[in-house]
């Protein structure tokens, strides 16, 4: 995942991954984003869109009209330019196994 190396999660569970130091971590099926509404500016990367939320230690985004959401939540050491990169890698699996919904 963006060249860094899979990590193990704590609590260990199979809808959690994590990629690096500090951690890039995916989790599936939590629920809607704070401050999520239907006029929410979105990214839309390589056919998944995005709602981004900045963390307190760092950003979180979450996918938005697909059957379950998926966050991402990237340190805020990573550049701001440089914290959709996880995204662009996550899109084909996104798209894949997360069907869109109208």
């Known amino acids: 995942m963006d060249g860094r190396h899979r990590r193990g999660t704590a609590p260990k569970s199979p809808l959690t991954a994590a990629w690096g130091d500090p951690a890039v971590v995916l989790r599936c099926g939590v629920g809607a984003p704070p401050g999520l509404v239907a006029t929410s500016e979105v ?13 307190v230690r760092g950003y979180r985004f979450s996918t938005v009209r697909r059957t379950a959401v998926v966050e991402v939540s990237v340190p805020a050491s990573v550049p701001r330019a440089e914290a ?11 798209r894949r196994y997360d069907p869109a919904t109208p």
């Open 43 to 55: 990214l839309e990367i390589d056919g998944v869109e995005w709602f981004l939320a900045d963390a």
């Open 84 to 94: 959709t990169a996880p995204l662009t890698d996550l899109a084909t699996v996104v």
